[in-house]
């Protein structure tokens, strides 16, 4: 029996099988299809089941990382979505907050709303802040609602009400209203998607819930369709943004919680990694087609966000903290109006793709400067797969780049990789010193088809002493997946004090969510074996606008509450002072979000050491000239099968490591060796 981890990108399709007996794992990558990603999938199963002789019933496990959601929104190919909301705040959507990404950048432009407003329809209702009813739902509103949406085509229909997160009851009725009169469209309340106080929040995540809802149920559908059809009996899961894994019933009424699926798991992946190979704290450093997407991970723990920005919107729901850049091997470098070398966020994808993949790009890219420099194979890639046009990459470079700003070649795709490797280096700056990481503590995991790559440039600009490869890196993604257990997570919103006697209410809270959650798995068929729960409340001192997570784990709400109040305090106020630099003596402090996450283990098989060359020495395959910089020029340097590097052999640098995912660049001054588990091991300084 096999597990298989997909991961589906911008420009490619990763697969990785292991073999639930021996351990072993296979690889394969291969273009995506952006017009039907399930066509890559399908292909790509396809493959790896040839590889490994077997046959669709073979499959015990598959787990499915996905960027459909992002691009839905980042394309605005979404449904056509209408919202119902309180009389009076239809618009709450479009007001959002008044902040913004840059102060003085007046050119910013806000995301126009995923609604029109036409489409955003008041209803007479109204709760309190207690969640007491006020105004009775004007159910007659909702059926003239109903009629207009029918006549309008709408396909989704988000639902979000004022202080629905205390009472759903309005939000409920008004749903079932809908299923009856529009029983083809998606419809998706704010009480089960996000049933949390800060309405703009709450109404973003649930719009772009029901925005996204039919075309990832129609998606995942023909995924568990096409998966059926090669003879897979295993039920497919998808990987959510929070590191764990959903069923595919529950991710198409939720598919905002897969809005990072793919690069999540890769971050999942390189704790498990690093952890093993004595690599506790990392900055996973994930460089795909499309994007660069950097993590840190401290003590081998990731670390966690409850609220993101998607393509302008806010998203709230946990996730995996992930900072995203648009510079990736498919980055476009382009002049501006003033003449001036821009390196993305616009992508070639994968179709066309760059230029030096001879497949009809005429962009010049990240990847063209890199085979123009000699620092991929010029002939091809993915092991032979993907034949290569390097004369197309020195063609546009040379016509849009180098020739117009007056450089050489050689000069002109040196700064295209500087520009992008810069945008990098701030990528990690932002998630690591800016919050106050020295990043000289820390291992720079670099993965993804392009990671290893650019990891020397960006770890030596950064004072970062080790880098860490992990075997067929441009895959990682698809083999986090195999880390992950199933999960859920759950919030309510229950703000109040945080004093003795309220803690039996609070456990009574926790115990509603666990119930809920535990409704949720029932309805998957999710056996109740290995299920485990994770409990947590974001609280503030009073007065505050914004809260700190404190974990419960080991603390037992059911016991001496005094005992637990002095211990929750104890840990608020270490959370609030790793957050802040200070804490408050004396401060009464105010209980706001409760947490809980219903964990269920997903057993895998370890996977087997990858193996390394018998012989003690590493042979190198012919040289090929590499253009490093300005100051060292072209230099002959050896070419290594990775597969033929043997376990604890030093390699001084300028040296290329190839692999059929990624090509690892070490440049002149820096080492590698392969260490016990299979991982290559950069030093920046080769003594």
Known sequence: MIRIGIDVGGTFTDLVAVDDGSGEARHFKLPSTPSDPAAAIADGVAALLQQCSASGEAIAFLGHGTTVVTN???????????????????????????????????????????????????????????????VALDEDAVVRAAAVLREEGVEAVAIGFLHAYCNDIHERRAGDILRGLLPDAFIALSSEVLPEFREYERLSTTVINAYAGPRMARYLAGFARDMKAIGCRAAPYVFHSNGGLLTIETASRFPVRTCVSGPAAGVIGAAAIGAEAGFADLVTFDVGGTSTDVSLVEAGRPAFTAERIVAGYPVRVPMVDIQVIGAGGGSIARLDDAGALKVGPESAGADPGPAGYGRGGER???????????????????????????????????????????????????????????????????????RGHDLRRFALFAYGGAGPLHAGDVARELGMPRVVVPPEPGTLCARGILHADLSFDLVRTRITPARPERWPEIAEAFAALARSGADILD????????????????????????????????????GDANAFDRDFGERFRAAHRAAYGYDIPGRGI?????????????????????STAESSEARP???????????????????????????????????????????????????????????????????
């Open 72 to 134: 839905l929104i980042i394309e605005r190919r979404g449904a056509k979505t209408a919202l119902l909301t309180t009389a009076g705040f239809r618009d709450v959507i479009e007001v959002g907050r008044q902040t913004r990404p840059d102060l003085y950048d007046y050119t910013v432009e806000r995301a126009p709303p995923l609604v029109s407003r036409h489409r955003r329809i008041e209803i007479a209702e109204r709760l309190d802040a207690d969640g007491h009813v006020l």
């Open 364 to 434: 010049a890219t990240i990847t063209d400067a890199n085979l123009v420099l000699g620092r991929l194979n010029s002939t091809t890639l993915l092991g032979g797969r993907l034949s290569v046009d390097l004369a197309a990459a020195r063609r546009v470079l040379q016509e849009q780049v180098a020739g117009p700003l007056g450089l050489s070649l050689e000069t002109a795709a040196e700064g295209i990789l500087r520009i992008a490797n810069a945008g990098m280096a701030r990528a990690i700056r932002s998630i690591s010193t800016e």
């Open 523 to 558: 309805r998957d068929r999710v056996p109740e074996t290995d299920r485990r729960t994770i409990r947590g409340i974001e609280a503030r001192y009073e007065g505050q606008n914004f809260e700190v997570y404190v974990a419960l784990d080991g603390l037992a709400l059911n």
């Open 590 to 610: 105010e209980m706001v979000t409760l947490r809980l996450k219903i964990v269920v283990v997903v057993r895998m098989p370890k996977l087997a050491r990858v």
């Open 621 to 687: 395959k012919a040289p090929r000239a590499v253009y490093f910089d300005a100051a060292t020029g072209w230099r002959d340097t050896p070419v290594y099968d990775r597969a033929a590097l043997p376990s604890g052999r030093r390699i001084v640098g300028p040296a290329v490591i190839e692999e059929m995912s990624a090509t690892t660049l070490i440049h002149p001054g820096q080492s590698a060796m392969v260490d016990a588990t299979g991982n290559l091991i950069l030093a920046l300084a080769a003594g």
